[in-house]
């Protein structure tokens, strides 16, 4: 299984916790997708033996593209690769784009080039939390949007952010009923982080907002894990919750460590032994592409980094880490490392295992990239 993740590297404005690439200017929008046919066109012969079960449009704001521009790009997948009969096309989308009371045909058109799956930034239903993040969409449009959508997509996806300075306890299941009102099937959720160099980190350095309060975004996090698992979702990864048969095809193949193909500006991919990237700026991503070259850098991985990006993915989801696997892909020492490595979050009741496998328990699944790092192999081949 493979899948074609497409990057759109354009936003209305910046949310102020964000340090994805984008731009806000559109001017170069033509351009780049012209550059995006190119780099699919001469990447194809990198998947020539793979069958594409996924297509992916993340951002950025992949809704500010036309739906000619989709469509294009859609075509040009099928033209030069493989896809399958059915396979999951994703966009993402923020709902001031997705419900215009001038125009309510955009689902329509989606579905009619293909696209069979939403994934919608409400991050809160509260006109507060919003307007902290600097969302370009309030509180209205995030209902009116999923009040229209749910008629048209069956599956669809939404994304919530917790740990909000101000975000009560009791404001954040308003915030999980609120989605589930709307029969949403699955919903990716995330504690603000503060990332370097972004808005956020300057207000908060100012005084002006209130820092992150950790302990109350753990409270959240199970609160979000109790409220939706008594709902029928499935925590499958630690930061999506879908119900049976909506799991993301797409992030769970990321997560069970299968290729895939990164297209556009500071788009990622892997193939099982590679790990590239593109350039992370549009004028230079459009002007490579223009004179045929692919403006990447690629890294062979070593065992050791194959090993660490198992146990990391591995701990975060429902099908942890098999210690055959580890075994047969990685050797001997590296299951005695793992297994020396892990008792004291056994001990602590952090991690388990069940049949051949290690898993995170619901004490230990905040703390699971923490816990994974701590199983790392350092300094070996």
């Known amino acids: 299984m493979s899948g074609i993740y497409i990057h759109i590297p354009f936003c209305k404005q910046a949310c102020h916790y964000c340090d994805f690439h984008f731009s806000i200017s559109l001017k170069k929008k033509d351009e780049l997708v012209g550059a995006l046919v190119k780099e699919l066109e001469l990447r194809k012969d990198e998947f020539k033996n793979q069958v594409i079960q996924t297509i992916y449009f993340g951002g950025g704001t992949p809704s500010l593209l036309s739906i000619e521009e989709l469509r294009l790009l859609i075509e040009e997948v099928y033209t030069h690769y493989e896809v399958t009969e059915n396979p999951e096309i994703t966009l993402e989308a923020n709902p001031d784009d997705l419900?215009?009371?001038?125009?309510k045909s955009i689902f329509a058109d989606y579905k009619s080039i293909g696209i069979n799956r939403l994934s919608i930034g409400i991050q809160s239903f509260f006109e507060e939390d919003l307007k902290l993040m600097n969302r370009a969409h309030n509180a209205e449009e995030a209902k009116k949007c999923l009040e229209e959508a749910t008629q048209y997509f069956d599956n669809i996806s939404i994304d919530l952010i917790y740990g909000i300075p101000g975000l009560t306890n009791?404001?954040?299941?308003?915030n999980i009923e609120s989605a589930l009102a709307f029969n949403i099937p699955h919903i990716s959720s995330y504690a603000l982080t503060v990332e370097p160099k972004?808005?956020?980190?300057t207000f908060i350095k100012?005084?002006?907002i209130k820092?992150?309060?950790?302990?109350?975004?753990?409270?959240?996090?199970?609160?979000?894990?109790?409220?939706?698992?008594?709902?029928?979702?499935?925590?499958?990864?630690?930061?999506?919750?879908g119900k049976a048969e909506y799991f993301s095809r797409n992030n769970s193949a990321?997560?069970?460590?299968?290729?895939?193909?990164?297209?556009g500006p500071s788009a990622h991919s892997f193939d099982g032994e590679h790990r590239s990237w593109n350039v992370r700026n549009n004028t230079k991503y459009i002007k490579a592409l223009d004179e045929n070259i692919l403006p990447m850098e690629i890294e062979t991985l070593s065992t050791t980094d194959k090993y660490n990006e198992y146990v990391m993915t591995g701990l975060r989801t429902i099908w942890g880490v098999s210690i055959e696997k580890v075994e047969k892909e990685f050797g001997i020492e590296y299951k005695k490392y793992l297994l020396e490595q892990s008792q004291k979050h056994?001990?602590?009741?952090?991690?388990?295992?069940?049949?051949?496998?290690?898993?995170?328990?619901?004490?230990?699944?905040?703390?699971?990239?923490?816990?994974?790092?701590?199983?790392?192999?350092?300094?070996?081949?």
């Open 99 to 103: 419900f215009d009371s001038t125009s």
């Open 170 to 174: 009791e404001r954040w299941l308003q």
């Open 198 to 201: 972004t808005a956020l980190d």
């Open 206 to 208: 100012k005084g002006i």
């Open 211 to 241: 820092n992150v309060d950790d302990d109350l975004a753990q409270e959240q996090f199970h609160i979000l894990i109790e409220k939706l698992e008594a709902e029928g979702f499935i925590h499958y990864e630690l930061s999506n919750f």
């Open 254 to 263: 990321y997560w069970q460590g299968k290729p895939y193909l990164g297209i």
């Open 346 to 381: 056994i001990l602590e009741h952090l991690l388990y295992l069940e049949d051949g496998k290690l898993l995170v328990t619901k004490k230990g699944k905040f703390l699971s990239d923490g816990i994974a790092s701590d199983l790392f192999k350092i300094n070996a081949s």
